[in-house]
């Protein structure tokens, strides 16, 4: 039995709110004070200005990364449509397959995205590995009707997975910050 499971219904939707919120902060607290101590960094920081989606950036992007960033914006609004909608009923199967479909090729398409590490893989890839790893196992969860185990792996996928990375998606010089910030 874990903590959330002891908790009232609505509070543990707003302790993992509370996590989704603190996971990311925390994280853009630690990494801040080394983007800000290099020059670039602070430049790129006190250069933005929101704009519309530079087309033409989007026309020079690898394949690769225009299949990662495709299906990634489709997996983040089918999964906000699972969020909020009622579970277990025909059309969450439903749309939860083409989570599962979408999530799961943004995940192997990250695998061939090496710009922040050129060549290497970097810490974002750890997400990826665990996706890779829980994706089955949520499914395998659904099948047996183990409900609870279903719910932990896929809203942590979901919030913590989404939380994580748009945190390193919107960081200067990145392509989503490029294309709508830069």
Do not use: C
């Not at 002891?6 to 004070?33: H, I, Y």
């Not at 670039?40 to 950036?57: F, K, M, S, T, Y």
């Amino acid at each position: 039995m874990t903590f959330l499971s002891q908790l009232p219904r609505p509070s543990r939707k707003l302790a993992l709110g509370l996590a989704v919120l603190a996971g990311p902060l925390v994280l853009a607290g630690a990494l801040l004070p080394a983007y800000l101590a290099d020059p670039e960094g602070v430049r790129a920081l006190l250069a933005v200005r929101l704009h519309g989606p530079d087309l033409e950036r989007l026309g020079q992007t690898s394949p690769v990364i225009l299949v990662h960033l495709g299906f990634g914006v489709l997996a983040l609004a089918v999964g906000a449509i699972l969020m909020a909608g009622r579970k277990g009923a025909r059309m969450h199967r439903i749309l939860g397959w083409g989570w599962v479909l979408a999530v799961g090729i943004v995940a192997i398409t990250s695998l061939f995205i090496r710009v922040v590490n050129p060549g290497h893989f970097s810490l974002i890839h750890i997400l990826s590995g665990y996706v890779i790893i829980a994706l089955p196992l949520a499914v395998a969860a659904a099948r047996r009707h183990d409900v609870e185990r279903h719910r932990r792996y896929m809203t942590g996928m979901f919030y913590g997975g989404f939380a994580v990375n748009l945190l390193f998606v919107l960081l200067p010089g990145r392509l989503v910050w490029n294309l709508f910030l830069g």
